[in-house]
Each structure stands twice: as structure tokens, then as C-alpha cells.
């Protein structure tokens, strides 16, 4: 997330001081939101969307996986992975509440 926050930043040239002021928050707690050592507070959040103009959104402070598809359908794709049947050893077939 860093990244991408400090990229903003160096577009805009606003240095870390000024995005303090901006956030209305202590320079030490702006560093460590531009350096991702922290999460910011969903408030804080807002504000950076608002100050960014929504360049830098609530979900670019996680660390959230590629939603690209292999075959280019997301919804087949978790479809497919969802509706497999699960085969469990004969074994656990015939226990009730036993080890599997």
C-alpha cells in the first residue's frame, strides 16, 4: 500500500508534512500510514480518499489478492471451485462425530 500512496504523493508533490496537515494528524502518525507500518482508522481512511480524490482507497491499505480470472470469468471460475464434490474415505462414511 506504501507504494502507491507514496506515488501519489511524489505526483502531487506533497511531502509528508504537508499530508499531515492535510489529514490533520501528528507528522510521525502520517509517516508511518505513507511507510504502511500502520493501518489508518476507517476516518482516516475516508479523509485520504477525499484528499487523493479517490486515487487511494480504503482497500489499498490491505494487502487483497488479484481477482484476475484464468479463464477470464470470475463467477465460472468460483463456480467451479465451489461445486466439486468433496470425497471423504470409506472409512469416515460410516463414523458418526469420529476422527475425520
Do not use: H
Not at 493501518?39 to 475516508?46: E, F, G, H, N, R
Amino acid at each position: 500500500m506504501s507504494n502507491a500512496l507514496n506515488q501519489f504523493l511524489d505526483l502531487q508533490e506533497m511531502d509528508i508534512t504537508s499530508f499531515s496537515a492535510a489529514l490533520g494528524v501528528p507528522y510521525q502518525t502520517a509517516w508511518r500510514i505513507v511507510r504502511g507500518k500502520v493501518i489508518p482508522s476507517d476516518p482516516l481512511k475516508i479523509k485520504i480518499y477525499r484528499i487523493t480524490m479517490g486515487k487511494i482507497t480504503p482497500n489499498d491499505f490491505y494487502d487483497l489478492p488479484d481477482l484476475s480470472s484464468p479463464s477470464g470469468d470470475l463467477q465460472a471460475d468460483f463456480l467451479s471451485s465451489v461445486s466439486s464434490p468433496k470425497v471423504f474415505p470409506e472409512s469416515c462414511q460410516d463414523s458418526v462425530g469420529g476422527g475425520c
